[in-house]
């Protein structure tokens, strides 16, 4: 079963809120990522854990917060974001690092 | 120039017709190869994996040529459902790399009755 969920679905979130955005995997998978995919371009790489630790930022804001509180799961905080965050957030999972990635639904996010 | 280059299209092809898609990749730290299919508005889902050997998975063909930095994925007998857009996917390997992936800008493919 290759299946990695995100919730919510869909958020609006306004500049001043602070939201989060979680992603769940339960194929004992070891490295977990969060992109940014904007429309008609390719997904962007934000976060990479391996082994709940933090292993790249590819210098995202600090408006946006990773947190990896166990080897299932992967939340993205976000705060104080702007309306050209709005995107669709991707979590991704695989094995360990550098094998074969699976996605998630992923999060529409409107900022308003 | 990018780091994965892929021919955008979009390739407008009728049922059954064979169709083949090319990419390129710059980085030498690359080291898997994937190919990744995304519906409009949906996640991107793992086609296959590529290797050096070539590999088949029913309809679909990937290869791979190192020397030449060349990827391909050759779709035969193509069905309607095939339509989507086609990434082309690098995974980098080595001390703060390991874990990337670098994609393409995506071929759309448009299967018609």
């Known amino acids: 079963d290759t299946e990695v969920t995100q919730t919510p679905k869909h958020l609006v979130m306004g500049m001043t809120n602070k939201k989060s955005l979680k992603c769940e995997q339960h194929?004992?998978?070891?490295?977990m990522y969060w992109y940014k995919q904007k429309a008609k371009k390719p997904p962007e790489l934000m976060f990479v854990y391996s082994y709940e630790k933090l292993s790249i930022n590819e210098s995202v804001p600090s408006r946006f917060s990773p947190e990896c509180p166990n080897s299932s799961l992967l939340n993205l905080h976000l705060h104080a974001l702007q309306p050209e965050d709005s995107a669709l957030y991707l979590c991704a999972s695989s094995q360990v690092l550098g094998r074969e990635q699976y996605f998630g639904p992923g999060t529409r996010l409107t900022v308003t | 120039r990018k780091e994965v280059e892929q021919d955008p299209g979009p390739f407008n092809v009728p049922e059954g017709a064979t169709v083949a898609f090319n990419c390129t990749y710059s980085n030498s730290a690359s080291q898997s190869f994937f190919w990744y299919r995304q519906d409009c508005r949906k996640e991107p889902k793992l086609l296959m994996s590529v290797y050096s050997s070539g590999n088949e998975d029913g309809r679909f063909t990937a290869q791979l040529n190192r020397a030449s930095q060349y990827i391909s994925l050759l779709i035969r007998d193509s069905k309607l459902s095939d339509s989507a857009t086609y990434l082309c996917?690098?995974?980098?390997?080595?001390?703060?790399?390991?874990?990337?992936?670098?994609f393409g800008q995506g071929t759309t493919l448009q299967v018609k009755p």
């Open positions: 996917v690098v995974g980098l390997h080595g001390s703060s790399n390991t874990g990337k992936l670098i």
């Open positions: 194929m004992g998978h070891r490295a």
